[in-house]
């Protein structure tokens, strides 16, 4: 009487041990699927810091090129390819184009983002949008 005592609670405890393990993969699980974007933003900043050093004073914004021949005239996105990855550091103002399938640096460019001096003179204002197809990852 006293082994089979014995058993079951070794068997309990196995069982505990296998439930616990499964409780936390599923969280695990659970957590990535809530933030997929700051997930995939850790993935690209991963990558591109072991190829060069990063700002460490803010998290970039990342964006995939999704159609680079509506970029083509732009000169940051000239080699771009669709898949590549955008990583714009605002406040160090600097842009970086990465390529996770050659597991390159395609580009890195300063940002020029800057507003305009208000002009003293009466015109018509134009303002210019340069359209990037990317997709921002949230």
């Known amino acids: 009487m006293h082994m089979n005592s014995k058993k079951i609670n070794i068997v309990l405890l196995i069982l505990l041990g296998i439930s616990l393990i499964t409780i936390a993969s599923l969280?695990?699980?659970?957590?990535?699927?809530?933030?997929?974007?700051?997930?995939?933003?850790?993935?690209?900043?991963?990558?591109v810091?072991?190829?060069?050093l990063l700002p460490t004073n803010e998290t970039p914004t990342v964006a995939t090129v999704s159609d680079p021949s509506k970029l083509k005239d732009q000169p940051f996105f000239a080699n771009?390819?669709?898949?590549?990855?955008?990583?714009?550091?605002?406040?160090?103002?600097?842009?970086?184009?990465?390529?996770?399938?050659q597991n390159k640096i395609i580009q890195?460019?300063?940002?020029?983002i800057?507003?305009?001096?208000?002009?003293?003179?009466?015109?018509?204002?134009?303002?210019?949008?340069?359209?990037?197809?990317?997709?921002?990852?949230?």
């Open 80 to 101: 771009s390819q669709a898949g590549d990855e955008v990583l714009v550091y605002q406040q160090n103002r600097i842009a970086i184009l990465y390529s996770p399938d």
């Open 27 to 47: 969280y695990n699980q659970l957590n990535a699927l809530k933030n997929p974007g700051q997930q995939q933003v850790a993935q690209v900043v991963s990558a």
């Open 108 to 112: 890195v460019s300063p940002l020029n």
């Open 114 to 138: 800057s507003a305009p001096a208000p002009s003293t003179q009466t015109t018509a204002s134009q303002t210019t949008t340069t359209t990037t197809t990317a997709t921002k990852k949230k």
């Open 49 to 52: 810091g072991k190829l060069m």
